[in-house]
């Protein structure tokens, strides 16, 4: 199984991206994926996780009302929408998946990882 992130890029405060996580190899369809991210000097944070089942989703506080989390079944990809996007929301975007909820959601170790993709914003 292979994730492939992508869509991180450089932009101003206030600005917004699009993330996306491609899933290749096999079937996810029971598995929870997640968004994570680590800043520099920082613990890796759980940001968003959806079910491919019945694209159940959750946020973690901090961004909750400005990311949306989304998947296309049909493409096997999974979506980050960053809006609003802040100086401290800097950092490398890991995609994840795993067969358990709560190890997604607590930030875990998972089954799968994919490589980060850079989210620098602008102040």
């Known amino acids: 199984v292979q994730l492939q992130a992508s869509g991180g890029g450089l932009v101003q405060a206030g600005g917004s991206l699009r993330l996306s996580c491609a899933v290749s190899?096999?079937?996810?369809?029971?598995?929870?994926m997640g968004w994570f991210r680590r800043a520099p000097g920082k613990d890796r944070e759980f940001v968003a996780a959806?079910?491919?089942?019945?694209?159940?989703?959750t946020y973690a506080s901090s961004v909750k009302g400005r990311f949306t989390i989304s998947r296309d079944n049909a493409k096997s990809t999974v979506y980050l929408r960053v809006n609003s996007l802040k100086p401290e929301d800097t950092a490398s975007y890991y995609c994840?998946?795993?067969?358990?909820?709560?190890?997604?959601?607590?930030?875990?170790?998972?089954?799968?990882w994919g490589q980060g993709t850079q989210v620098t914003v602008s102040s």
């Open positions: 959806i079910t491919w089942s019945s694209g159940s989703t």
């Open positions: 994840a998946a795993d067969h358990l909820w709560r190890r997604i959601t607590t930030a875990q170790a998972s089954d799968y």
């Open positions: 190899g096999r079937t996810l369809s029971s598995y929870t």
